[in-house]
């Protein structure tokens, strides 16, 4: 199997993370077929990434500004079977792409997601923050099967797609996930979800699948720490969801969030409460984080869908 791996960067201030990032897909047990840099919008990243990784293809979004633009630049350019991506501020483990290409031996499964660990940036999980809400740090969370398991959509950062799959079903829309111009204060997301849901309609029967032994460790800063990205976060996941459901219908779009919010959350605040019970105050922190999450992003999901309406 060829894989294309992609990384899509967008400014200088990343320079030490992508350098990791890349050494790590150099550091692959089993090497990818290519190694693409998708640069968004900053000619002179492109030209400084160009001098540095002369193994790489570097590349300018030739899409829509933005991460969704990036990424179906990579598969556009990409010649492998299956096109991956990590984020730029991710470091693979060494077996991460061997057991991404091991998901793919079913020949119904066009998309595999791994295990996304996250590495706080002082050291340790701050005592509030609920492992339920690791996907506000582009995280997988407490809620994903632990093993593998097919799964509706995978998390953007740690995932690989046939190639071809992309192509045919327009790749990434542009409009629902990052982008720097005008929304670098509104951490928005959810362009996998819209990919991966659609992806699957239109391929009756193919199959998404969590694959836990394809690990990366996602770098978590001191402002993603605090409580307010937090809720900025939560709010901008309700605003991204409800432009998911405007594509996809609110069946397949919120499929995977009412059995998270219905039965993980609530486990999570009794979770929280007993460790509270048990002397630990973090307990406390992590219950009340939980019920602020959910009606927060409740909250930018009504808030969404009244924009749409109008």
């Not at 998901?103 to 997601?113: A, M, T």
């Not at 050291?123 to 995280?139: A, I, L, Q, S």
């Amino acid at each position: 199997m060829r894989t294309s791996v992609v990384i899509c960067v967008y400014t200088e201030e990343r320079w030490e993370d992508i350098r990791q990032a890349v050494e790590s897909v150099g550091a692959q047990t089993h090497q990818p077929y290519e190694l693409i840099l998708s640069v968004d919008y900053n000619p002179g990243l492109q030209e400084k990434l160009a001098r540095a990784y002369p193994q790489a293809i570097v590349v300018a979004n030739a899409h829509d500004k933005g991460l969704s633009g990036g990424k179906n630049t990579g598969a556009d350019v990409a010649t492998g079977d299956v096109v991956a991506y990590l984020d730029d501020d991710a470091v693979a483990d060494p077996g991460w792409l061997e057991a991404l290409e091991e998901g793919f031996q079913d020949p119904r499964v066009i998309g595999v997601g791994g295990r996304t660990d996250p590495i706080w940036a002082s050291g340790r999980r701050p005592r509030w923050f609920p492992y339920e809400f690791d996907w506000t740090v582009g995280c997988t969370y407490r809620g994903i099967p632990p093993v593998k398991a097919p799964i509706r959509n995978v998390m953007g950062g740690n995932a690989a797609f046939v190639r071809t799959a992309v192509a045919e079903v327009g790749g990434f829309r542009s409009g629902i996930g990052r982008s720097v111009q005008g929304r670098k204060s509104r951490p928005l997301g959810c362009e996998e979800t819209e990919f991966c849901i659609r992806l699957s309609q239109r391929k009756p029967g193919a199959v998404m699948l969590y694959q836990p032994a394809a690990v990366i460790g996602h770098k978590v800063s001191h402002q993603r720490e605090s409580f307010r990205y937090f809720r900025s976060r939560c709010f901008a996941e309700g605003l991204s969801k409800a432009l998911v459901t405007q594509f996809v219908g609110t069946q397949d779009g919120l499929a995977s969030e009412r059995a998270h919010a219905f039965k993980t959350l609530p486990l999570g605040v009794l979770r929280g409460v007993g460790q509270t019970l048990r002397g630990d105050v973090g307990g406390l922190g992590k219950a009340a984080a939980i019920v602020i999450g959910l009606a927060w992003t409740t909250w930018g999901y009504v808030l969404g869908r009244w924009r749409i309406k109008r």
